[in-house]
């Protein structure tokens, strides 16, 4: 029985054209923030996908306002990595699943305007519905994808279990910055703070001096992502007796 350590695997061999696919506003800066200030950096072409309008992201708000807000900090998070003004996709947030059917149309049309060789999105085994159903969406386009593109999926309410590890020490302070861009929601939860326990956790197996901080995903190519998807699901189910 061999050691399964997450392996560091080194970032110049990933390419643009890349496509982000995030359910809300903030998720993409969660899960891969330091990763996209890298690709930024390289100059490579990033196309990041909002696919809610973030309206229930704050139950005491009006939701126009709270929509404006959210679309207003995501902007400044993602110029804060280097990276341009997301797509609005402006679906009901917190209703995605029940529009499967148009999201994943419209990420198969992403794609097809995109052509990622590098594609950020949720790992299968998230908690939030929306991300499940980004997740889901992302598995049943994925003959869309370009053979050879690198699909790195991320956690945000869940660590991937297993998958890749990249330093990313160099451009942590930018995504730092990046999720101090949320106002409205450090009111009540500290994404700075919470992100930097969490990204210098994944370094936690590694002896290289000089590696502080690291982002994980799930590694896979697109003919692996419905597999992926049928297998995070059952394991989900199991763990949380939930079929749902």
């Keep these: 029985m061999n050691h399964r350590f997450t392996p560091l695997l080194?970032?110049?061999?990933?390419?643009?054209?890349?496509?982000?696919?995030?359910?809300?506003?903030?998720?993409?800066?969660i899960g891969a923030g330091a990763m996209l200030a890298f690709h930024a950096r390289r100059g490579h072409a990033i196309t990041v996908v909002h696919a809610t309008d973030?309206?229930?992201?704050?139950?005491?708000?009006?939701?126009?306002?709270?929509?404006?807000?959210?679309?207003?900090?995501?902007?400044?998070?993602?110029?804060?990595?280097?990276?341009?003004?997301?797509?609005?996709?402006?679906?009901?947030?917190?209703?995605?699943?029940?529009?499967?059917?148009?999201?994943?149309?419209?990420?198969?049309?992403?794609?097809?305007?995109?052509?990622?060789?590098?594609?950020?999105?949720?790992?299968?085994?998230?908690?939030?519905?929306?991300?499940?159903?980004?997740?889901?969406?992302?598995?049943?386009a994925a003959s869309a994808l370009p053979a050879d593109c690198r699909c790195l999926l991320f956690g945000v309410n869940h660590v991937v279990p297993g998958g890749v590890l990249f330093d990313t020490t160099d451009t942590y302070p930018a995504k730092y910055r990046a999720l101090q861009a949320y106002a409205s929601q450090n009111v009540y939860v500290d994404l700075p703070g919470m992100s930097e326990h969490r990204d210098r956790a994944a370094t936690v197996n590694l002896d290289i001096g000089g590696v502080l901080y690291g982002e994980m995903f799930a590694d896979l190519r697109p003919a692996e992502l419905p597999r992926a998807a049928q297998l995070a699901t059952e394991l989900h189910g199991l763990l949380l007796r939930d079929e749902s």
């Design 54 to 140: 973030g309206a229930k992201g704050d139950p005491a708000a009006r939701e126009d306002d709270i929509c404006a807000v959210r679309r207003r900090e995501g902007k400044e998070a993602l110029q804060r990595l280097g990276v341009g003004e997301p797509q609005h996709w402006d679906l009901p947030d917190g209703e995605l699943p029940e529009h499967l059917t148009a999201l994943t149309d419209r990420i198969r049309a992403a794609i097809a305007a995109v052509q990622p060789k590098t594609l950020y999105s949720f790992w299968f085994g998230e908690a939030h519905r929306d991300h499940r159903a980004v997740a889901a969406a992302t598995a049943a």
């Design 10 to 29: 080194p970032k110049d061999p990933l390419q643009g054209p890349v496509l982000v696919l995030a359910a809300h506003p903030d998720d993409e800066v």
